[in-house]
């Protein structure tokens, strides 16, 4: 059987517990996000399992990701525009107010069957899903992470983004 642990983990990668929204959860499951925003965020490479937050909310979820791209509202607009389609006016509205933010991108993903919140307890009682980030690979959360390596890897995908550091340089080179 194909676990987390044994087909896409990292031990020398730190891992984080994340929280995201049930669509767009989804989108990077279709292979439709490959970016994440993000105001504010941990700026080294990293590996996540991710919580789809919401009342049926659950890890559904492990992501790799490299070193966030940060940058004023304009530019960060501009990458989301030209990487993943997205409005240049709602990623740029969404940075303004500090002109400032970030983009994660997902290199790869592992789709794991749901780890309910109560699964989760069970394993670790106090555990809280962050609305930003914790560290999994702490000393006190080693049980949790132990718990979540062990989960069924399910689909995986690797997103382009060789490609797509390409084209995101050559857009900051042209808008010089």
């Not at 499951?29 to 789809?52: H, P």
Request: proline residues 5%; neutral net charge.
């Amino acid at each position: 059987m194909q676990t987390v642990e044994n087909s896409v983990y990292d031990p020398f990668l730190p891992t984080l517990l994340l929280s995201m929204h049930e669509e767009y959860v989804n989108e990077i499951l279709i292979g439709q996000k490959v970016i994440e925003y993000r105001k504010r965020f941990f700026k080294d490479s990293f590996q996540a399992f991710v919580y789809t937050t919401g009342k049926n909310g659950g890890i559904e979820l492990f992501i790799k990701c490299p070193s966030l791209i940060q940058n004023d509202a304009v530019t960060l607009a501009k990458i989301g525009q030209l990487i993943q389609h997205d409005q240049y006016e709602e990623t740029y509205d969404y940075f303004m107010p500090k002109n400032d933010g970030c983009i994660i991108p997902i290199l790869n993903y592992c789709a794991v069957k749901k780890v309910a919140l109560e699964q989760l307890r069970s394993v670790m009682p106090e555990v809280t899903i962050p609305q930003c980030y914790l560290f999994l690979d702490r000393p006190d959360k080693q049980k949790l992470l132990a718990y979540l390596l062990k989960q069924k890897c399910g689909t995986q995908k690797e997103n382009q983004w060789e490609k797509y550091f390409a084209e995101i340089e050559q857009m900051l080179k042209t808008n010089k």
